[in-house]
């Protein structure tokens, strides 16, 4: 009986062992991954994180499956994500991390303050570690916002000088295709990156060149790509005037880029004005507290 007990245990452990090595192990690259890598311009059908197939690659589906159990869904933000070149399952492991630290943090300080001596609610320690892990776990997404619209910002004025290219090229008698692929050679920048890439897949795969605008649009949220699209889709169909429209819609987002700049200069300039208060209000308390102390110790009842 004994013999038949630790066969089964053997069995068991040689079953665990085996399914947490092929849990780590390299594996190939699934095929719907390498297929939508394909669709993605600028990025390599078997990247260096699927050949080496790290642990973060790997852990990835599960980790995701966590977080969406969780009630979130990463491909929310499937236009953030995509401008940011990083992956869901990345975003979803980036949103438990930062759970687990903001659960663990609490926890750890409150024990050290413990083992010195202090005594601390039970209910208060568990109250803030619920909060700070809710905290870490929506930080991610409030970063990759950040960090999408700075991406977003970015392209607009690659967009607002690269068609100052193509009216430049335009106005030399270049076609409008030759000078939008002709322009999109000028910059180095991740948005002539992005804007290049797209137009040599338009080239290789046959589509027009304001198909893949309208295409980089729904991908990327960037509504001036949709408005360019149909404008080029015009010139190309119909023969219709486009340096004029090109020109102003150029202008068009230089002045909501000089808006957007006035405005982020009067909110620094408004913030500004919290730390002076602040300091002001210091100010007068270190000017008042001596006559204060002075006015309420005359004053106060005579031993």
Same mark, same amino acid.
């Given at each position: 009986?004994?013999? @038949?007990?630790?066969?089964?245990? /053997? ?12 849990? @780590?192990? +390299? ?19 078997? $990247? ?7 642990? &973060?690659?790997?852990? /990835? ?48 300080? #409150?024990?050290?303050?413990?083992? #010195? ?7 208060? @320690? #568990? ?7 809710? /905290? ?20 607009? !004025? &690659? ?8 009216? @430049? ?38 589509? $027009?060149?304001?198909? &893949? ?23 190309? $169909? !119909? ?16 002045? !909501? ?17 919290? +730390? ?28």
């Amino acid at each position: 009986m004994t013999l @038949v007990v630790m066969a089964v245990l /053997g069995a068991g452990a040689a079953t665990g062992l085996l399914l947490c090595w092929r849990a @780590v192990a +390299p594996r190939p690259p699934d095929l719907d991954e390498v297929l939508g890598r394909l669709a993605r311009p600028g990025v390599p059908v078997i $990247s260096s994180s699927s050949a080496r197939a790290s642990l &973060t690659a790997r852990a /990835g589906p599960m980790v995701r499956r966590i977080v969406e159990a969780l009630g979130a869904d990463p491909n929310r933000y499937r236009q953030e994500l995509e401008l940011v070149g990083r992956t869901p399952e990345r975003h979803a492991f980036d949103k438990l991390l930062g759970a687990s630290a903001g659960l663990l943090i609490p926890n750890l300080a #409150a024990a050290g303050m413990v083992s #010195a001596g202090l005594a601390l609610p039970l209910g208060g @320690v #568990a109250a803030l570690s619920l909060a700070t892990a809710g /905290g870490g776990f929506v930080l991610p997404d409030l970063v990759l916002r950040d960090e999408a619209d700075k991406r977003r910002r970015a392209f607009r !004025h &690659t967009l607002s000088s690269y068609l100052d290219l193509v009216n @430049v090229l335009l106005a030399g008698g270049a076609g409008i295709e030759t000078a939008l692929h002709a322009a999109a050679e000028a910059g180095d920048g991740w948005g002539y990156r992005t804007i290049r890439a797209e137009l040599r897949r338009a080239r290789l795969t046959g589509q $027009s060149p304001w198909d &893949t605008f309208a295409q980089l649009d729904d991908r990327l949220g960037i509504h001036e790509l949709a408005v360019l699209a149909a404008s080029v889709s015009l010139a190309g $169909s !119909h023969g219709a005037r486009i340096r004029a429209s090109l020109a102003a819609k150029a202008d068009t987002l230089r002045g !909501h880029q000089i808006a957007e700049t006035e405005a982020a200069a009067e909110a620094a300039t408004e913030r500004m004005t919290v +730390p002076v208060a602040v300091l002001l209000f210091g100010f007068l308390v270190f000017i008042a507290y001596p006559a204060v102390i002075q006015i309420t110790t005359v004053s106060g009842p005579q031993p």
